[in-house]
Structure formats: C-alpha cells, structure tokens
C-alpha cells in the first residue's frame, strides 16, 4: 500500500473513535486480505494505543479459496473450521471490537470455476459472525482498504492513490474534522428515517427500466441508520462509510420484478445485470447476463436465502454516488444508492414491539431468518420510490435521486 503512512493512522483513529470506539482492556479482532497488512498495522497500532487487551488480525488469501474451489471434494465445500468459529464466540463472550476490511483485490477471481461449486464455498463470511454481527454481540465495523489490486479492478490501472484520493471524500477525511462530520452525517440520517418512520407506511414501491416491486412493511415499521448499540450498551456505526436509512421489511409481501443498477460481488464472481422476479415474496426467477447459477445457489443455501431481509433508501446526495464510480465492493456500491438484501432481516429495523420474540415468533410475523445477507444495488435516477399508505394513497420518495419528502 502506498499510502502516506500519516494518513493510515489518521484513517484508523477515525475507525476507533467513530466507527468502534476501543476502551481499555478490549479485544479486538480485524478481519482481512494479504494486501490489507499496512491498513490492518495501522489499526493495530491505533487500537493499542487505546489499551486494548489484544489485537488479532485474521488474513484471508482468496487464491487458496481458489483452489478450494478446483480441487477439494464438492461435500466438503459448505464446511467451515470450528476454530475460525470459535474465535468469533470467544470476541462474543467479551463483547469486543470486530472490524472488516473490505476492498477484495480479485473481484472476478472465481471467473471460469464451476459456478455452483463456487456457491457453495461462502469463505471468507461465516455464520458465527454473521450472528455476532446481527445480534450486536460485539461493536463491529465494516471499512473499505485500498490496494493496487482493487484499483486495477476499477479503473484498469493498478493506480491506488487515485482509488485513496476518490475514498478519502467518501470517508469524510479530506474534512477538516472527519469525527464532527461523521456526526452530523448520521444525525442527519436518523433524522430522515424518523420522517419516513411518521409516514406509516405499508409498502414501498420501486417502478424503473426493469423495475416494478412492491415490498410489504412490518406493522409500525421501522426506519434506521448505522448508528447501533451493542447488547452491552456501546454505541457504535457499522458501516464506514454509511449513507443510508433502512428498515426490515415483511418477507411475505413481496411481489414483482427488480433489476441491479450495479453490478455484484458475489462468492468471487461478478453478477452483471441481475434481474430477480418474486411471488408472495419468494425469489421465483433469477436472470442475469453472468453469474445466474452463482446466485441461485446463494439463494438455495437455506429457506430464507430467496426472501427479502433488507430495504435501504439513499439519495443523490451520497458522496459515493457523486464519485460517479463503481467500486466492484458492496460497502461501498450499496452506500451509492438505494439497495435491498436477500436473506437475514436485520434486528435494527425490526420495530421496537417485536424485538423480544423468539426466532421462530419472528419468522411468523414476517421478519425473514437465513444464514446469508446479500446487498445488491436497485436504485438510480432512472428509478423512482413510492411510499403507499394503509389507505391505499400513494407519497413519492425519491425520485431523481432526490428526496420528495
């Protein structure tokens, strides 16, 4: 990484002191690629420097989930080893600092594997930390990290400090205090899912080229930002950078058709032009121009994996959006515009009377349970968002990439 060193620790004091605060005496684990190391030093460095406990970096390389892929023994692929498993209960128990760095150097690296061979490895994302990170058993974050590789993704030049200097805004770094203007960013989102929130609503619809769905809300739904809690009472943002305002929608209520307005990141493959069509909210037809096969088998890995857990709105506003690329990483794709996820719906956006229920009690008021979380991208100025009322009435949303409300 070529990064001014400066600059990386500045980076990472603005994960621990926006993203995961670290107290004294905690725990923490990062998560990352090989080319990952300077940043995953830097916030090493940056966590110590706080009096956490012990800092344990994991480096997944995707190369060897490559030859996984090739070669191992097909029954064998859905496996995960119980000590990266444990590992993940061990951070639970102290309820530490779990941060991802996210940015993968090979985005299509599973290009010309089997594509239902490459669905069923689902390495490096564990379900052990799936459940920490959807049950806020830990403070957790999910940040980008630049590389040569990545750039050379993006804009075919293997150029990382124009890839530093497109995210450094993105970030929010470039301001003259970043942890202030973090601030004002979520307050003013957890202003607009309060406004969304007084609105009521029963469904929300989105109507662009390909597009017509209309997804069916919880009772009372429950609008939200990234701003979190953990089950011990810190508050942290996990996502860095986060745009967005989301709730968890009914999964029963689904219907229609809806087209990626980016492409995804899925299991090492890029999934161009995804077209998912749902029937009383189950995925009933995947089309897309590459990776079709990767998705269905995404989707068959449990019966929650082909409903919605996730719907997300965000404006032209977004400076991911303004940059006017695709980034080829979901962390930042999603936070450009407006998304939905297929599987697990998310506790935050579960509203507040259905929190207490058991898991099967939830399932049957609508809120979707999988062992997969999908994001992919679904909005643009060409799509338009309608709110539509318990009465049948209609409020515009967004439309040209603008708020209407």
């Not at 830097?42 to 406990?53: F, I, K, Q, T, V």
């Not at 305002?245 to 307005?261: I, Y």
Request: charged share 25%.
């Amino acid at each position: 990484m070529t990064i001014p060193p400066a600059e990386l620790a500045g980076y990472a004091d603005v994960v621990f002191d926006i993203a995961v605060p670290v107290d004294r005496d905690d725990r923490v684990l990062i998560n990352a690629e090989i080319e990952h190391a300077p940043l995953a030093r830097a916030l090493a460095e940056a966590a110590y420097a706080r009096g956490a406990r012990y800092v344990d970096i994991w480096y997944f390389d995707p190369y060897a989930r490559r030859s996984r892929v090739q070669h191992a023994d097909e029954a064998t692929l859905g496996e995960v080893p119980s000590w990266l498993d444990a590992r993940n209960e061990e951070l639970a128990r102290h309820c530490g600092v779990l941060v991802n760095i996210r940015g993968t150097a090979t985005p299509d690296l599973l290009v010309g594997q089997d594509p239902v061979r490459a669905g069923l490895d689902r390495m490096p994302y564990l379900t052990s930390r799936q459940r920490l990170q959807l049950g806020n058993l830990v403070r957790w974050a999910i940040v980008p990290g630049p590389t040569a590789e990545w750039a050379q993704a993006i804009f075919g030049v293997p150029d990382e400090a124009r890839l530093w200097q497109h995210l450094r805004p993105i970030l929010r770094l470039d301001q003259p205090d970043p942890r202030a203007a973090w601030e004002r960013r979520i307050a003013e989102l957890l202003r607009r899912a309060e406004v969304l929130e007084d609105l009521r609503l029963d469904a929300v619809r989105f109507e662009g080229p390909g597009t017509d769905l209309t997804i069916g809300l919880l009772p009372d739904a429950h609008w939200t930002a990234a701003r979190l809690e953990s089950v011990k009472g810190h508050v942290f943002q996990c996502n860095l950078p986060t745009e967005e305002v989301f709730t968890t929608p009914d999964h029963r209520r689904v219907d229609g058709t809806v087209r990626s307005t980016r492409p995804l990141i899925l299991n090492g493959t890029v999934i161009r032009d995804l077209e998912l069509t749902f029937t009383a909210g189950v995925v009933t037809e995947v089309r897309a121009s590459s990776g079709a096969d990767v998705v269905r088998t995404h989707q068959a890995t449990d019966a929650g994996a082909a409903r919605l857990g996730e719907l997300a709105l965000v404006d032209g506003s977004s400076p991911v959006g303004r940059s006017g690329i695709t980034y080829l990483e979901t962390l930042l794709d999603e936070n450009a515009t407006c998304h939905l996820a297929w599987g697990a719906g998310l506790p935050p956006g579960v509203p507040a009377h259905l929190r207490a229920r058991e898991a099967a009690d939830l399932d049957a008021a609508g809120v979707n349970r999988s062992r997969v979380h999908v994001d992919f991208m679904v909005g643009g100025p060409d799509v338009t968002v309608t709110g539509v009322g318990h009465d049948g009435g209609a409020v515009e949303l967004l439309r040209d990439d603008e708020w209407q409300v």
